[in-house]
Every structure is written in C-alpha cells, then in structure tokens.
C-alpha cells in the first residue's frame, strides 16, 4: 500500500510540473501587419515570434510558419495550435491547427469573419501560449493580415516604453510627432485592414502631416519593423 501511495504521489508530482512547464506570455501588446502582395520571403513581413516561429502569408491561402515550412498547407502553420478565447481560460480551450481553429470550429463566425473573437496561439515545441486577437484579414487575395498579440514578459513594460518610438500627440488631428527617433528613415502609414497609404521620408524631429487622413485607427511602421498604432480624430 505505501508502494502504491508512493507511486501516485511520484505520478501527480510529474503531471504538474508538467502541466505548469507550460509559459504565457503577458508582456506588452505588439502589433504585426503584413500589406497585401507583399514579399513573404522579406524579414519585415514575418512575425518571427521565436526562432523557429516565422508567421506569415503568401498573396494567397492561410498563415504558414516560414521558419519551418515553404508554404501554406492543411497542417500550417506547422509547430503551432489554435484555440479561441484568451489565455485566463487555458484550461477549458479546445486546440486545432489554424484552418480547423478559424473555421468549422470558430465559435465568433466562420473564416471571413476570423476578427471576431479573441485566439489563444500555441507554439508547441516552445510550449508558449500567447494571446492574439486579429484587426484584419485580406480574404479575396493579396495575402494581406494583421493582429495584436501578447509578448514574452521577459521584456519588463517599463524596458518597453523605454526603448519604444512613441507618437505624440495620440488621438491627433493633424500632426504626429515621434519620440526617441532620431535618424532619418522612411515610414510606413497603414489602415486597420492593412492596407499602405502613405510612404513618408521622416526627418528626425519633424512633425508628421496627417491631416489628410480620415477619422479612424492607423499604424505607423518603422524601419525596424516596430508597429506604433495612433487615432486620427
């Protein structure tokens, strides 16, 4: 009997450390756009999310993981699985690979509506879950997408703020300023679905014209590929 007692005892240790090897990451939100029909083999249109996870999308079909895989099939993303709700509900998500995820089995609507609900994303050889909510999808070809997702915590928010560009004021109506930025570059505005709508040549401690603009939700990428969303009002 004490072999016994012993035995499951040495059982329930193992399936909780087990069970709490697994990491979410909480850290500050980051945001990732690809525009439609651009090059899917360029660094600056994958999320690499670790070292072996390149998210990204060619002008068609779903996601696939660059890093591991050369295009998009029933299984891609490989290393990775899909669930929908957030990373507080772990325990009670469902996992799919991401074309069984964001359609027979999305509880928000079907593929085209995949925006509707948050998604939790596990990298399975890095055992990270990582919550992400999608702001776009190009589904009519162009291979366009974007989402907010949750980074590695290890990268504390004060850290964050620190090394981050920050646009000034935010909500605008007509001019943006940068902070921490400054060398000259070109910059990237994108509407919420994606879509590139300016290219600006950036001088360093200038401000931004964007009083062309609608009412509405924008990103500004940087040459580094940081993404810093900003309000037209």
Same mark, same amino acid.
């Given at each position: 009997m004490k072999y016994i007692t012993v035995l499951f005892s040495s059982i329930f240790l193992l399936l909780f450390i087990e069970i709490n090897s697994q990491t979410i990451w909480d850290g500050p939100p980051v945001t990732f756009i690809k525009a439609d029909f651009t090059d899917w083999n360029l660094e600056e249109n994958q999320d690499r999310i670790t070292p072996t996870v390149w998210l990204t999308r060619k002008d068609e079909q779903g996601q696939f993981n660059i890093a591991q895989e050369t295009g998009y099939s029933n299984g891609s993303p490989?290393?990775?699985? @899909?669930? @929908? *709700?957030?990373?507080?509900?772990? #325990?009670?998500?469902?996992?799919?690979?991401?074309?069984?995820?964001?359609?027979?089995?999305?509880?928000?609507?079907?593929?085209?509506?995949? !925006?509707? *609900?948050?998604?939790?994303?596990?990298?399975?050889?890095?055992?990270?879950?990582?919550?992400?909510?999608?702001? #776009?999808?190009? !589904?009519?070809?162009?291979?366009?997408? #974007?989402?907010?997702?949750?980074?590695?915590?290890?990268? #504390?928010?004060?850290?964050?703020e620190n090394k981050s560009l920050k646009i000034y004021p935010n909500p605008t109506k007509d001019f943006i300023n940068i902070k921490n930025l400054k060398e000259n570059q070109t910059l990237k505005i994108y509407d919420i679905l994606g879509k590139n709508l300016i290219d600006i040549k950036y001088n360093a401690d200038k401000a931004i014209d964007v009083s062309s603009l609608e009412k509405g939700i924008y990103f500004l990428k940087f040459e580094n590929n940081q993404i810093t969303r900003f309000i037209k009002k």
């Open positions: 490989t290393d990775t699985e @899909w669930g @929908w *709700g957030t990373t507080a509900d772990i #325990s009670s998500i469902t996992f799919y690979n991401w074309k069984g995820a964001t359609n027979t089995n999305n509880p928000y609507g079907d593929h085209e509506n995949i !925006s509707d *609900g948050p998604l939790v994303l596990h990298l399975i050889t890095d055992d990270i879950y990582i919550d992400l909510q999608y702001n #776009s999808w190009t !589904s009519q070809g162009g291979g366009g997408f #974007s989402y907010t997702r949750s980074s590695d915590p290890a990268l #504390s928010i004060n850290d964050f």
